[in-house]
DNA sequence: GCACCTCCATACGGTGGCGTATGTTTTTAC
DNA sequence: GTAAAAACATACGCCACCGTATGGAGGTGC
């Protein structure tokens, strides 16, 4: 990710210019560390190699590193792992391996937990729900494609991105209270598949889904990646 | 919270004297709004209506008052919770109780949320542990109580802690996106319903594994969002 | 009523970060 | 190959906060 700029290696040097993405990249890793207060010029600068002179021509103020941060983890960090698995028929299949996916790398890079905590900044909050809605909405959809009805689809979805949530945290909190190594994934299965049961919905509940009669599917080999 | 210092109105005044937890609580305070970082001596102070010669007489440095604030919330903010339930008779409903109000309270207070961002700092993962503990195993304990097994009850217990975390995680990030209102219990009652169901146990291995309720195979053109 | 201890106020020096001003290098235009 | 533009470096003033030093209020013992 940064950029090397060795600074007086004689002629090799092939010194990279920045890009504003550069910096909001810089800045997310720093806010996954150290939270929005860890978004600081200086040191940003010290990490990429580079100076505040460079910065300031890029960027008008801190504020604004913020807001294209903010941007670029919107855009990038929701649709990727929907693409990823778009070539895959099977929606429940597809729904297994978002999740599995999503909450893996969702324990590997913190800034997500630092994001949820900054939502009293309403220029994070406002990313925060534009990637919830986008989130939630395509798990409602792969549990409508499942043969849910839309309102049960949403509330699985809604759910299961809870769910998603409260994993990320406790493996960012506490890892050693989730189980690890191949338990892990069988936990995941297992909460999942708890989502995914008819349940006996007392409000508006239609009555078909009932008994799930022998499900068998895919064994959990298959996520690794 | 925040004692009242008038400073100058004759002689009405009793000006109080300020202990260390209103340290401490003054800094919890700080925390849940900006996090680690925020708690800053001078701010504090002034929020205190004092100077930070009080603070230095409480406290050596500012790493002292966090430590202090952290023993203080783990000490305060579960053991409260679980004590003013000891008198409910009825486990199940001594459980649902307990969960409606923990996410109701920590849907108010923004301290939890704070905190679990700030598991990077070695003082705030050791409090979060001991916190996560007790509280998963108090849960894990009413499960047995209602007769689960006790690999089975701590199973349920981790589940509905995670579900704890991600329903406060979005009342603080996307509030709109859940239920408000009297539909806010009736989806928290659902979701515990859903986690005393009795479900395919893990452990033992059985096949049976992920359901898909009358598929109803669409076209892939529902993707779009 | 006087020494004494507790608790707080005020005044300092030091550091880290923000933003500006202005110089310097690298790239592009032609 | 030179002039302009783009990208970066350096130096400065400013503010917020940390921690120290020291000087008082206010109660307490006797």
Redesign the pocket.
């Known amino acids: 990710m940064v950029r090397q700029?060795t600074?007086e290696t004689g002629g090799s040097t092939?010194?990279?210019?920045?890009?504003v993405q550069d910096w909001a990249d810089a800045a997310l890793a720093a806010m996954g560390e150290g939270g929005l207060a860890a978004?600081?010029?200086?040191?940003?600068?010290v990490r990429l190699?580079?100076?505040?002179?460079?910065f300031?021509?890029?960027f008008?103020?801190?504020?604004a590193l913020i807001e294209a941060a903010l941007d670029r983890w919107a855009e990038t960090r929701t649709e990727t792992v929907i693409a990823e698995l778009a070539d895959e028929p099977d929606p429940g299949e597809r729904l297994r391996r978002l999740f599995l996916r999503a909450t893996r790398r969702a324990a590997e890079d913190p800034l997500e937990v630092s994001l949820l905590a900054s939502a009293a900044d309403p220029r994070v909050a406002a990313a925060l729900a534009r990637v919830t809605d986008r989130r939630i909405g395509h798990i409602a959809a792969l549990f409508a494609e499942l043969g849910f009805p839309e309102d049960e689809a949403h509330r699985r979805g809604l759910l299961a991105y809870t769910a998603y949530l409260g994993h990320t945290q406790l493996s960012h909190a506490v890892p050693r209270s989730l189980p690890a190594g191949p338990a892990r994934d069988r936990h995941l299965d297992t909460l999942l598949e708890t989502l995914l049961r008819p349940a006996g919905t007392p409000g508006a509940g239609p009555d078909v889904r009932q008994a799930n009669p022998q499900r068998r599917v895919t064994e959990p080999a298959a996520e690794r990646g």
Do not use: C, F, I, M
């Open positions: 700029r600074k092939a010194r990279q210019r920045l890009t978004v600081a010029v200086e040191p940003l600068a190699g580079t100076t505040k002179g460079s300031y021509w890029h008008t103020n801190r504020d």
